[in-house]
């Protein structure tokens, strides 16, 4: 049982920056980062794969957020800049030990361990 803990959200302004880090318990080579807005369906920010040989964002957040993997702290981090309103969501962090096709990594049925999410709130 992989165990995903979460930290780094809050309250920012827009324009503002955040990194939320997820520490893992045992690796898995595919991780991701989902957000749920309430009211809205979670949805895919940012996914890795073996810690770096493949990367993929959601168009949403493309050359804002960073996703990267430090596999000696057991930590994958998502650094967000220019934030804005619409990233207001509950993050979560989210695992699967095995090659999830690019097709499927951005879906939430395709990880089996997830994070408690961390609320990120960007105010005008």
């Known amino acids: 049982q992989v165990q995903l803990v979460e930290s780094g959200g809050g309250s920012v302004q827009v324009g503002g920056s955040l990194r939320l880090s997820c520490v893992f318990s045992e690796y898995s080579s595919t991780m991701a980062w989902f957000r749920q807005a309430p009211g809205k369906a979670r949805e895919a920010v940012a996914d890795?794969?073996?810690?770096?040989?493949?990367?993929d964002y959601a168009y949403t957040v493309k050359g804002r957020f960073t996703i990267s993997q430090d596999n000696y702290k057991k930590t994958v981090y998502l650094q967000m800049n220019s934030l804005r309103p619409d990233d207001t969501a509950i993050y979560y962090c989210?695992?699967?030990?095995?090659?999830?096709?690019?097709?499927?990594?951005?879906?939430?049925?395709?990880?089996?361990?997830w994070g408690q999410g961390t609320q990120v709130t960007v105010s005008s």
């Open positions: 890795i794969y073996n810690a770096g040989d493949v990367i």
């Open positions: 989210a695992a699967y030990n095995g090659w999830v096709t690019q097709d499927r990594r951005g879906e939430a049925s395709a990880y089996t361990y």
